[in-house]
């Protein structure tokens, strides 16, 4: 006798009461079975430090309780106070409900080792340049630090005060049109103790910075081109708009820190810009110059490397 077994179509628990899930669900593991089981059933988009449901739902359970990412695995096993998985059921119905990527919810999002407030003022951090820094951009400085940083299109402060953390002895500035996005990053140069150091300032690119010179210019500036920026996820579209989208594209922004950032460099000075999967149209609009794109172990594309002398032969291409 041959046996038909016909799979139940699998249905969310999040339309579940509260008093429910809390009264079935008790350990960590619990939790991240759960949380994990419902992002997957949601088909969320993960692209904010995370790649996987799996993964979104360990950062969520861990970040609501305020765990560290290295935490004892034996904590799987606790069992939470009630108020403890309530907090956890509001932020994963909040996560699929309303698409806002996870460290919005959270209010923090990590950086280069290192935690920052974030929320819909800024971006959340997700550059690759954070290897760089970790590495004290010694590729480039490979006998002494650069004694002057500018973070340009800053954000929430994260490449600059990261910079900062990573290397002591410099001096960092952080610009930014954005009032909102300076004020974010004024609570995370608070949040680290590095106002010694480490200076946030209005600056329509380099607008506001007249006279200033530096030996590093880093930036991850608005670079999405319309296409993309258009069919991006509901995730991204909580992100604000003017630290994204850059024209037709991508590339208005970039062009004009390419034209005027060779008057704001020593004169051994280097230009690191971000242009993720704009890299097409950078090397479509200037073919003649010598890009040096690199290469990161933990992914990510689209960071090129330009030197002051660079900048100096090739000044026609930008103009």
């Known amino acids: 006798m041959t046996t038909h077994l016909n799979a139940e179509t699998s249905h969310s628990t999040l339309s579940l009461p509260d008093t429910a899930l809390v009264s079935d669900l008790f350990t960590l ?4 079975r759960w949380v994990s089981s419902e992002f997957y059933l949601a088909g969320l988009h993960y692209g904010h430090g995370t790649q996987s449901a799996w993964d979104e739902a360990v950062a969520l359970c861990l970040g609501a309780l305020h765990l560290p990412w290295n935490v004892d695995p034996g904590v799987l096993e606790a069992r939470l106070l009630p108020v ?3 907090r956890i059921i509001a932020l994963a119905r909040a996560r699929v409900n309303t698409r806002q990527p996870l460290p919005y919810l959270l209010g923090e999002a990590f950086f280069a080792g290192h935690p920052f407030n974030v929320d819909e003022r ?3 951090p997700r550059s ?3 290897e760089l820094i970790e590495d ?5 400085f490979p006998e002494e630090p650069p004694e002057s940083v500018l973070d340009l299109c800053t954000g929430s402060g994260c490449i600059g005060i990261a910079t900062g953390l990573y290397l002591p002895t410099c001096e960092v500035t952080l610009a930014d049109i954005s009032q909102d996005a300076l004020a974010v990053a004024r609570e995370n140069i608070t ?6 150091r480490v200076r946030a300032v209005a600056s329509d690119v380099f607008d506001g910075l007249e006279g200033q010179r530096f030996d590093l210019i880093v930036s991850n500036p608005p670079y999405v081109d319309a296409r993309d920026l258009a069919t991006m996820p509901a995730e991204f579209r909580h992100e604000p708009a003017l ?6 594209d991508g590339l208005d922004i970039v062009r004009r820190i390419l034209r005027e950032a060779r008057s704001h460099l020593t004169d051994t000075g280097w230009l690191i810009v ?14 003649d110059v010598p890009f040096m794109w690199l290469d990161f172990e933990r992914g990510g594309q689209g960071v090129f490397v330009l030197s002051a002398a660079e900048l100096d032969a090739h000044a026609a291409s930008f103009a």
Do not use: C, M, T
């Not at 004290?136 to 480039?140: E, I, R, T, Y």
């Not at 971000?274 to 073919?287: I, K, Q, Y």
């Open 84 to 86: 403890e998985r309530q």
């Open 243 to 248: 630290a994204l989208g850059a024209g037709k």
């Open 191 to 196: 949040r680290h103790d590095v106002g010694d």
């Open 136 to 140: 004290g951009f010694s590729a480039w």
């Open 122 to 124: 800024v971006l959340i």
């Open 29 to 32: 593991r619990d939790y991240l």
């Open 274 to 287: 971000e242009v993720g999967n704009s890299d097409r149209h950078v090397e479509a609009a200037f073919p």
């Open 128 to 130: 690759p340049i954070a």
